[in-house]
């Protein structure tokens, strides 16, 4: 069964750039299988897609946050992330990176979830 | 951007009973439509997908329906497990995939 697991600093200050790593294990990055997403959730509210990358290094990021975010992939060590800059106040979250299960030639629903990392932005 | 508005914002349902949560979608989505459960603290969990197909390990008593614009989740016979936050999620229109704002649900 697969599990992912997010890792990064808790606390980024103001106009920095926030960095996070999911490792995936019980599977391979590079199955073709799946896409990889990140997902937040501010305190108490509910929850927005970040963007998805596939293993070939392709990606699709949320028109909101674009200009600001960039998904990698690393399939050597079976782990991809993210960097989203110039943080403010309304980037603090947790943070999820989530498996993507492609539905027929649709998108995709998440069937596989970290246990979130929550990121304070402050100085 | 397709918006998903969930209905009521707070549900409160006996153990034992029925509960029946409603999805909008601003423009049709076809059935590609998910439903997640978050618990306290937890990661959302994926209950049903393509608007009303369980994954595996998910029990029965939770179904889904709907398409075009309206999706129901519901589920049968509520279990003291069962009280969390319910999201719906859209992968017909993408991107952005959007989430519903949620539906809390919670023990009357």
């Known amino acids: 069964q697969v599990q992912l697991q997010e890792s990064g600093p808790g606390l980024v200050k103001p106009s920095q750039t926030l960095s996070l790593t999911c490792t995936v294990s019980?599977?391979?990055?590079?199955?073709?299988?799946?896409?990889w997403s990140w997902i937040r959730q501010p305190p108490g509210e509910g929850l927005e897609w970040i963007g998805y990358?596939?293993?070939?290094?392709?990606?699709m990021y949320n028109p909101s946050l674009k200009s600001r975010v960039t998904i990698s992939v690393d399939t050597s060590e079976n782990q991809f992330s993210l960097r989203l800059s110039s943080v403010t106040a309304a980037d603090t979250a947790v943070y999820y990176c989530?498996?993507?299960?492609?539905?027929?030639?649709?998108?995709?629903?998440?069937?596989?979830w970290g246990q979130g990392a929550l990121v304070t932005v402050s100085s | 951007e397709i918006v998903m508005t969930q209905s009521p914002a707070t549900l409160s349902v006996s153990p034992g009973e029925r509960a029946s949560l409603s999805c909008r979608a601003s423009?049709?989505?076809?059935?590609?439509v998910a439903w997640y459960q978050q618990m306290p603290g937890q990661a959302p969990r994926l209950l049903i997908y393509?608007?009303?197909t369980r994954p595996t390990g998910i029990p029965a008593r939770f179904s889904g329906s709907g398409s075009g614009t309206e999706f129901t989740l519901t589920i049968s016979s509520l279990q003291s497990e069962d009280f969390a936050v319910y999201y719906c999620?859209?992968?017909?229109?993408?991107?952005?995939?959007?989430f519903g704002q949620g539906t809390k649900l919670e023990i009357k």
């Open positions: 989530a498996r993507e299960v492609r539905d027929g030639y649709n998108g995709g629903y998440f069937d596989s």
């Open positions: 019980g599977g391979s990055i590079s199955s073709g299988s799946y896409y």
């Open positions: 990358i596939y293993y070939t290094g392709s990606t």
């Open positions: 423009e049709s989505v076809s059935t590609n």
């Open positions: 393509g608007a009303s």
């Open positions: 999620q859209q992968y017909n229109n993408w991107p952005p995939y959007t």
